[in-house]
T-cell receptor, first 113, second 117 residues
């Protein structure tokens, strides 16, 4: 079964720290992986999308990496700010079922001022 | 562009009532999706559509029906609502799974919060 796991479920760090969020997936034959941000009571905002042929993508203070062989992706956030507090979700699309994506349950991030 | 919009934003139903959630997108996307989000469970795919007139089941399709009569609209119906269907429902759309990477990116609506009593 194709599954996506995000551990930990919640994370709290002081402002200014660099941090890493983890996403693991079964079945390395992925088509792409997408990281989203969700603020409380809001919809999802796409942060970064990594195609299977790519190793990483960067946007501002965010860097997402992909290691298909180990079934892992990480989202690196540099110099964290209170405004980064949100839930971060990763979602995977596999070649075998490319018309749909499977979400992890998310990591709720809290940045302490 | 409005992007992906959902109506209504909130709804309270009694057990056994029916309702339809509307999703609309103005980005000419081929693919549209309905998800539900429950605490601690992430988003689960209910149904999806890869083009006008086509629909397919996702992970949790039971108790729901969908229709894609127009490319820009994707409707989610609950024929006989149950308390287990209390959730936040999200609609999303994307171009396709081919083409440049940007075509694969999913865009989400703001969600519909449904409570079934």
């Amino acid at each position: 079964k194709q599954e996506v796991t995000q551990i930990p479920a919640a994370l709290s760090v002081p402002e200014g720290e660099n941090l890493v969020l983890n996403c693991s997936f079964t079945d390395s034959a992925i088509y792409n992986l997408q990281w989203f941000r969700q603020d409380p009571g809001k919809g999802l905002t796409s942060l970064l999308l990594i195609q299977s042929s790519q190793r990483e993508q960067t946007s501002g203070r965010l860097n997402a990496s992909l290691d298909k062989s180990s079934g892992r992706s990480t989202l690196y956030i540099a110099a964290s700010q209170p405004g980064d507090s949100a839930t971060y979700l990763c979602a995977v699309r596999w070649y075998s079922s490319a018309s749909k994506i499977i979400f992890g349950s998310g990591t709720r991030l809290s940045i302490r001022p | 562009n409005a992007g992906v919009t959902q109506t209504p934003k909130f709804r309270v139903l009694k057990t056994g009532q029916s309702m339809t959630l509307l999703c609309a997108q103005d980005m000419n996307h081929e693919y549209m999706y309905w998800y539900r989000q429950d605490p601690g469970m992430g988003l689960r795919l209910i149904h999806y559509s890869v083009g006008e007139g086509t629909t397919a089941k996702g992970e949790v399709p039971d108790g729901y029906n969908v229709s894609r009569l127009k490319k820009q609209n994707f409707l989610l119906g609950l024929e006989s609502a149950a308390p287990s269907q209390t959730s936040v429902y999200f609609c999303a759309s994307s171009y396709s799974t081919g083409g440049p990477p940007s075509y694969n990116e999913q865009f989400f609506g703001p969600g519909t919060r449904l409570t079934v009593l």
